[in-house]
């Protein structure tokens, strides 16, 4: 699933060349409906009914963790770049840990908020480029931060997600979500003629929004499962590997340059995202 994300940043670089943000959620997010609402035919025997509880929690999880995590991951990505995207996104677990500790009381020792405090000063290395002037002048690039709200979106989703997770089966509560996000979305999607977006897809524009309709909702499916099985914080630990993975997929499929700086805020996002779920 790790591997299946941080593929999500390049290739949605490329897809972005074809499709703006709000179709392409859009159309990621009907797919994806779709497809979920037939895998949970097939294991669930009154799948309506089931679909119709739990309105409220459906909502909540179809707002956070469907549409506006992918809504600003989008336009995010759209202005900064992917491998920064990558990076931020790895911050992911220490706002779920905070999350844990407000409201599902986990316990939450000094040396996890000073993992916080390491993590964000990586993060806030990586969005000013390192420079204390642009930290002072605030002329960040608004890419990072609509990635950052986005991530603290689907730490959101995480966390409370963990909790529906008790009450319903995954397969219901992922295709649930998704499908309450599609009726919501669906008019996004006419934003630009459809006709008109295929008409401009290349090969490789159409395998990218493939890939993202496809793998993005079935990816999620596979994490909610992993939330029926391990806590929040331990499911978004292995999200350490993302920055890693996106910067290698970035400089190999869009010959993105990985910079010092770069570097450097991803060992601190790391080590404070250690020291926050570890000890």
């Known amino acids: 699933m790790t591997f299946i994300w941080a593929g999500n940043y390049p290739v949605g670089k490329l897809a972005l060349e074809h499709v703006s943000p709000l179709p392409l959620i859009a159309l990621r997010t009907i797919v994806g409906a779709a497809i979920l609402v037939s895998l949970a035919r097939k294991s669930t025997s009154n ?5 119709r509880e739990e309105f409220g929690s459906t909502l909540i ?6 549409m506006a995590s992918g809504i600003f991951f989008y336009f995010g990505l759209r202005m900064t770049t992917a491998s920064n995207a990558g990076i931020i996104s790895a911050s992911t677990p220490i706002w779920v840990a905070v999350l844990s500790w407000l409201f599902v009381a986990e316990r939450f020792s000094l040396i996890n908020g000073c993992g916080v405090l390491l993590s964000f000063i990586g993060l806030v290395t990586i969005i000013c480029h390192g420079s204390l002037t642009i930290l002072l002048q605030r002329s960040f690039n608004l890419g990072d931060v609509l990635i950052l709200i986005g991530q603290l979106n689907w730490a ?7 909790l529906v997770l008790s009450r319903r089966s995954a397969i219901v509560t992922t295709a649930s979500s998704y499908l309450t996000g599609a009726v919501l979305l669906f008019p996004l999607l006419f934003l630009e003629p459809p006709g008109a977006i295929v008409q401009q897809l290349s ?3 159409g395998l990218a929004v493939t890939y993202l309709c496809i793998l993005s909702p079935l990816s999620q499916l596979w994490y909610s499962k992993a939330l029926v099985k391990v806590s929040p914080h331990r499911a978004a630990i292995f999200m350490n590997l993302m920055p890693i993975i996106v910067l290698v997929f970035s400089a190999l499929v869009l010959g993105e340059h990985i910079s010092l700086v770069q570097m450097v805020g991803t060992a601190m996002v790391i080590g404070g995202v250690i020291l926050t779920t570890r000890f």
């Open 156 to 162: 959101t989703y995480t966390v409370y997600g963990r």
């Open 203 to 205: 090969l490789v524009g």
């Open 47 to 51: 799948l309506t009914a089931e679909l």
């Open 61 to 66: 999880l179809a707002l956070t963790g469907v």
